[in-house]
Every structure is written in C-alpha cells, then in structure tokens.
C-alpha cells in the first residue's frame, strides 16, 4: 500500500499541482493521500488548493495551525473568534517594550484574514471540523506537530504547534508511562508522522524498553544529506520513528521545490522526494502575493526564495 504523504501546502496550488505531477512521474498510482495540515496560510492560492485535495479525497486530512487561525467557532459568525487565537503580546518588564509571546507572527495573521474573507462559509465549516490527530492499525499516530499522548484530545495547541526540531526535546513525550505506543510489541514499526517544521527528516530509536535508552539513542536521517531523496529509508519492526515529510508549499531546504514522502507499509520503508523537475515555477506564487499586497517578508523569506 503506497501513502502519499503531504503536509504544509500552505494555499500554494501551483506547489501541489507539481507535486501531484511528480507523483505520478515517478510514483505511479497511489493507494491514499494522507495530508498533515496547514493546507491554508500564508499562500496566495486557498481555495485552489482546498479544491484540488477535495478531488484527491484523502483518507487522513488533518487540520493545522494556519487552517485554524483561519476557521471560526462558529463558521456562520464573522464574530465569533477563531479556533487558535492570533498573536498574544505582552510587556516586557525589564525594557517595557512589547513583546509577541504566542500564535503565529503579524503577517501570517494578515493573511490568515485575507484567506478567511474569500473562502465559501462550507469551506470555512470543513475547515472548522479538520481533526488534528489520527491512530491507525495501532502503531501509525498522526497530527501536524507533536502527537502527545499526556495531553487531553481537547487541547488543540500542543497537536498543532509544537515543534519537533529533535525528539530529543520531547523525550518525556515518548518515554511517558501513559504512551499508547509503550508496550506495545516490536512486530511492526512505531511511527509517529507530523509535519508542521517545512523539513524533511527522519528520526530513529529502538524501542521496547525505552526507559533504558539514553537521549543519544535518537538517529538523525534528512533527505539530501544522510539519506538521497527517491531513496527507500526502510523502517524496521522494533524501532520507532518520527517522520516528516517536509512542506509541499514552503519547503525550508537547500532549494525551493515541493517537498513530500511515499510511505509503503508493505515493503515498510519511506521514500522523500523533491518535485526539481515538474514544472514548479515560485515566481508566479510571488508575484501573486505581491499582486495581492502580501506582507513583503512573507514571499521574500527563505523558504520563497527563488529557485535555482
């Protein structure tokens, strides 16, 4: 069975056509789409990619941070406040200057509000209703960021802001008595899929008796560097893993190109692939947030810079 794995398009349907070009080219027929969140946000293009994944159907949609600093509590009230709230500040009491501790920064707030003023209401009602996790067959756990087993399912931030830029940072996390993942036995491989970092990455541990492991025990692979992208990483009974396919949208690696993953729990193994030669083209996605009086250091940070 052949799973597309796709998070963090990020309203950027010219980056998701190319990918869906590139899975073709070099996949082949996939079996499922598995798409990780942040659909919206920050991109010029939102109903054009939420149309395009509405014809995918995929059998996994889960919502992101963006996608909910855009859907309402109540999708038929302009008022009613967002499901994540917009950016929290507060004062400095050593230099009295304020300071953003929360929520996602200034700009990405702005185009969150663009977005939600030209999405359809039953756009915005999906949106509202995206779950932000998923368990499958008992050893595949799923959401855009961290996937905590210690926080209740009603405490939304944690599954859709945290960011796993090593598991070494959330080993309580994996180690906690509570982990649904703990005891379970090594017939299969544990995996822990998120996107939510733009980067492509994987990490490795035995499992078992996990409580005799150091932090060192954690093994870091990333596409380009350990590990080639069209490569098969196999993934072996007995371990566990975090993987992240990298952004479709907004990839932040050494180029600009989409970035996605086929996962194939038949062989089991995950091959990452970078869309360098599908006719992805970022200056018309910049060019149209210009158009569109995009915040100037949205579509010129570096996960838009131009492509080689």
Known sequence: MLIALLSDIHANSFALNATLDCIKKRVGVVDSYWVL??????????????????????????????????ALNDANDLASGTKLPGPIFRIDPISGEQEQVKGPNTSAWEVA??????????????????????????????AHAAFCSTVPLSDAEIWLEYYIDSPTESESV?????????????????????GHTHRPKV????????????????????????????EPFPLNAGFFYCLNPGSVGMPYTQVCYPNFAILD??????????????????????SKMKQLGYPKDLYTEAQMKPCP
């Open 174 to 194: 994996y180690t906690a008595p509570e982990a649904p993942w703990r005891y379970l036995p090594a017939d299969f491989p544990i995996l822990h899929i998120g």
């Open 203 to 230: 990490w490795e541990r035995v499992h078992g008796d996990i409580e005799e492991t150091a932090f060192s025990a954690w093994k870091t692979y990333e596409p380009g560097k350990e590990i080639a992208f069209g």
């Open 37 to 70: 969140g942040d659909v919206l946000g920050r991109g010029p293009f939102p109903l054009p990619a939420w149309r395009i994944l509405e014809t995918l159907k995929p059998d996994i949609w889960l919502s992101g941070n963006h996608d909910w600093y855009i």
């Open 265 to 286: 729990l038949s062989q089991m193994h995950v091959t990452f692939y970078q869309a360098d030669d599908c006719g992805y083209d970022i200056e018309v996605v910049r």
């Open 113 to 142: 509000g663009k977005h939600r003023d030209v999405l359809p209401t039953e756009v915005l009602a999906q949106l509202a209703e995206l779950p932000n996790r998923a368990v499958i067959n008992n050893y595949l756990y799923l």
